[in-house]
């Protein structure tokens, strides 16, 4: 039975606190629509490309189409355990974060249709990235169906926010970036990626402070996280080593392995880096840290 109705209460909305300024944030900045992409150029650079190149860049759009899709479906359990929770002010910008993610698969939907990729692209799904999309990612948000506590939430944002978007994510975009953008090619797929890569900013940042502010409530929890962070780090290197370069030829865009590689455990340590400092704060200290602290875009 629900006791109080937040907005008409004294209380009313935390309009200062980080989750309100995000969910401002996400309706300035996250109303983009990815029918307003020209993609004319994508096509004819797309037939420019090698058959190698187009099959590296097949393959790393096959895994943003598909871990889009796996994102917006598996976000909705954290969604429901904030609002039982009553935190009107977390719900408020989830219902953006969901959003986007929806938009984010259509974005690349869109970008394959047009460019005429109509056929099953799951057999460029490594064991790695069914093991992490098709098995952890679902059942790790699941569980929160049945498990509401501090550690299945814990789990949940540390799979989803911290290393599916923190580091996966990231480092696919880190990819785009060195290979076609680097050669000046398709420049509306580029352009989608920076609008994704702004809205994921929003995400992380939640996420971020999020699991800061379960770990000030039950401090035991930051040695869970970093264990899960750590134990699901080779997955990360592995995505990056599976598919992504031919041995004899070397990569067909001419991206640096090694780089990616680097970049890639980079963001496991910021990761990591960022949500030790709720160790040094007040759980109120973190409602009012700055979107920027938390490298919101």
Known sequence: MRTEIVTTSARGLRQDSLPFRLYQKAKRLGTWDPRDIDFTQDIQDWASLTENQRRRNLRLISMFQAGEEAVTLDLLPLIMVIAKEGRLEEEMFLTTFLFEEAKHTEFFRLLLDTLGEKQDLSHMHSDTYKKIFYE??????????HDQSPEAVADASTMYNM???GVLAETGYYSFYQGLNRMGK??????GVDYLKRDESRHIGYGTFLLQRLICEHPH???????KMNDLAPLAVALNQEGTVDQEEGDPMNVDLNEVMQFSMKQLSLRLEKIARARENTVEELYKISEEALGVL
């Open 163 to 165: 290393f599916i978007e």
């Open 136 to 145: 952890l990612l679902p059942d790790t948000m699941q569980a929160l169906v």
């Open 221 to 227: 929890l930051y040695e869970r996280v970093e264990k």
């Open 186 to 191: 398709m420049p509306g797929l580029i352009k």
